[in-house]
Nanobody
Framework: QVQLVESGGGLVQPGGSLRLSCATS????????MGWFRQAPGKEREAVTC????????YTLDSVKGRFTIFRDNAKKMIYLQMNSLKPEDSGVYYC?????????????????WGQGTQVAVSS
């Protein structure tokens, strides 16, 4: 069955970096776009960034542009989110999601499977 398992979250000081990982199984990663979403307490889930099957990253949340980058390694069946220059407002639960189609999308309705999430806390 399709599984997405995130890891790499934790507590980090402002200005620090984290790399989140999403281990995928049960499907052919090569033919799916993938995305990262996040949800802070009391806020709605929002799309952070995504990557198409061809590696295009046509969507990135404005507040993380230049700081966050999504990578895919189809051979290892992994998706990564490199997060640099972290800010307290980046705190929340981060989710990896499988895209229904080939292209990058910021709409949650374009994703059909979700991981359980990994907690990121940015605080001094």
């Amino acid at each position: 069955q399709v599984q997405l398992v995130e890891s790499g979250g934790g507590l980090v000081q402002p200005g620090g970096s984290l790399r989140l990982s999403c281990a995928t199984s049960g499907f052919l990663l090569d033919i799916h776009s993938m995305g990262w979403f996040r949800q802070a307490p009391g806020k709605e889930r929002e799309a952070v960034t995504c990557v198409s099957i061809g590696g295009d990253r046509s969507y990135t949340l404005d507040s993380v542009k230049g700081r966050f980058t999504i990578f895919r390694d189809n051979a290892k069946k992994m998706i990564y989110l490199q997060m640099n220059s972290l800010k307290p407002e980046d705190s929340g639960v981060y989710y990896c999601a499988r895209g229904i189609g080939y292209g990058c999308s910021s709409g949650s309705h374009d994703y059909d499977y979700w991981g359980q999430g990994t907690q990121v806390a940015v605080s001094s």
